[in-house]
């Protein structure tokens, strides 16, 4: 069964801080790996990753895949209290258009 | 302006009664999605669509139906049979081919009382 994973589920920084969120994934057929930040309602897009070892940076956050192990990382540097929200991280598949969501870390970053 | 349209906001049913969410898109997109979100999870799918007229269960199609006779339009129907229909509704559209992020909606709030 396809599962994806996030750790920690959730955390708390003070404003300045660097925080890493971890995700693994067992995806049968795997494509690409997701970030989406969700604030208060709909998730938004950050990331999509298809190949290993290539770092995207959107600022100060960044995100890498590591295909051979199977997991993907979240950097966010310099941490503001606007980064508070639950980071999703998704796994997508090759044969149809079916995307598989972990649980999510929830992230206070507080002043 | 394109996006993803969700209505209502908040809406609130009795037990037993059937309830329609809408989700509308005017970004061309050929696959929709809907989601269920409980409190402290993450997204978990109901139905998907990848082309007009089709549609799949997700992994908790059960006491749920939808319909898919327009692109842009992917309503969801909680029926009285879904045991537990309190949650987060989310709406989500794509482009084909599984190589595309998904773009949300607001987000619908269902309270069955």
């Known amino acids: 069964e396809d599962k994806v994973v996030q750790s920690p589920l959730s955390l708390v920084v003070h404003e300045g801080d660097t925080v890493t969120l971890n995700c693994s994934y067992e995806?049968?057929?795997?494509?690409?790996l997701l970030w989406y930040k969700q604030e208060k309602k709909a998730p938004t897009f950050l990331f999509m990753l298809?190949?290993?070892?290539i770092e995207k940076k959107s600022g100060r956050l960044s995100s890498i895949l590591d295909k051979k192990e199977l997991f993907s990382i979240l950097n966010i540097t310099a941490t503001q209290t606007g980064d508070s929200a639950v980071y999703l991280c998704?796994?997508?598949?090759?044969?149809?258009?079916?995307?598989?969501f972990g649980p999510g870390t929830s992230l206070s970053v507080i002043p | 302006d394109g996006g993803i349209t969700q209505s209502p906001k908040y809406l609130f049913r009795k037990e037993g009664q059937n309830v329609t969410l809408s989700c509308e898109q005017n970004l061309n997109h050929d696959a929709m999605y809907w989601y269920r979100q409980d409190p402290g999870q993450g997204l978990r799918l109901i139905y998907y669509s990848q082309i007009v007229n089709d549609f799949q269960k997700g992994d908790i199609a059960e006491g749920y139906s939808v319909s898919r006779e327009k692109k842009e339009s992917f309503p969801l129907t909680v029926t009285s049979a879904q045991k537990n229909p309190t949650a987060f509704y989310l709406c989500?559209?794509?482009?084909?081919?599984?190589?595309?992020?998904?773009?949300f909606g607001p987000g619908t709030r269902l309270t069955v009382t």
């Open positions: 298809t190949s290993s070892g």
């Open positions: 989500a559209s794509s482009m084909s081919g599984g190589a595309y992020e998904q773009y």
């Open positions: 998704a796994g997508s598949k090759t044969s149809y258009d079916k995307v598989i």
């Open positions: 995806v049968t057929n795997f494509r690409s």
